[in-house]
């Protein structure tokens, strides 16, 4: 499978209280195409929709899949894949870069009661990890590339790996979209500090 024409890449920058999600819009040729920011609370709930604000704010009807920097970003509040999926009709996967044992210990050290409860619910609806092996071409030929972790839903495991392999630049880890977006969250995070 080559990579979508048009993927948004959302990825966050954390402040104490809030954090910013920059959402990237990148063609398949790895050029940025649209750029748009929106926010979310540090620890709340809220950062589902506020992905979803940020898709509708940009109004691109020509993006093909959604891809996330991770499922826990502004320290746990939890991404909800199907929900994303769901309220915009695309293909969505969170991608991670590190081999974990889960989220489940984290949570319960952090959280308890209602707050971990909810946690766990929207952890444990998840899409299970699928390890991504990187392509190794070129000069790279020979030398160790780390996986990459990706959950998907809306697609086929197998086709969400292979989207997105295509969408990592070489000399990069990152694909495109992730790596512009996150560019994007801390300049803008950073560019609105003390406002």
């Given at each position: 499978?080559?990579?979508p024409s048009r993927t948004l890449g959302i990825a ?105 409860a909810r946690r766990l619910d929207t952890y444990r ?56 977006a996150a560019i994007a969250a801390s300049a803008h ?7």
């Amino acid at each position: 499978m080559t990579p979508p024409s048009r993927t948004l890449g959302i990825a966050f920058s954390d402040g104490d209280r809030t954090s910013v999600l920059a959402g990237a819009v990148v063609r398949d040729d790895g050029t940025l195409d649209g750029l748009g920011f929106e926010t979310c609370t540090v620890g709340g709930v809220d950062a589902t929709d506020a992905a979803i604000a940020l898709f509708d704010r940009l109004g691109r009807e020509d993006v093909r899949h959604v891809a996330v920097a991770g499922i826990a970003p502004a320290w746990f509040n939890l991404l909800e894949l199907p929900r994303i999926r769901e309220a915009l009709g695309r293909p969505a996967y969170a991608v991670s870069y590190e081999e974990s044992p889960g989220l489940e210990p984290a949570l319960r050290d952090a959280f308890d009661g209602a707050a971990l409860a909810r946690r766990l619910d929207t952890y444990r609806s998840l899409p299970p990890r699928v390890r991504v092996e990187r392509d190794v071409t070129g000069e790279s030929a020979g030398d160790p590339l780390d996986p990459l972790f990706v959950r998907a839903v809306g697609i086929d495991a197998d086709e969400a790996a292979a989207a997105v392999r295509g969408l990592v630049r070489e000399g990069f880890r990152r694909p495109e979209p992730l790596r512009i977006a996150a560019i994007a969250a801390s300049a803008h995070r950073e560019a609105t500090a003390g406002e």
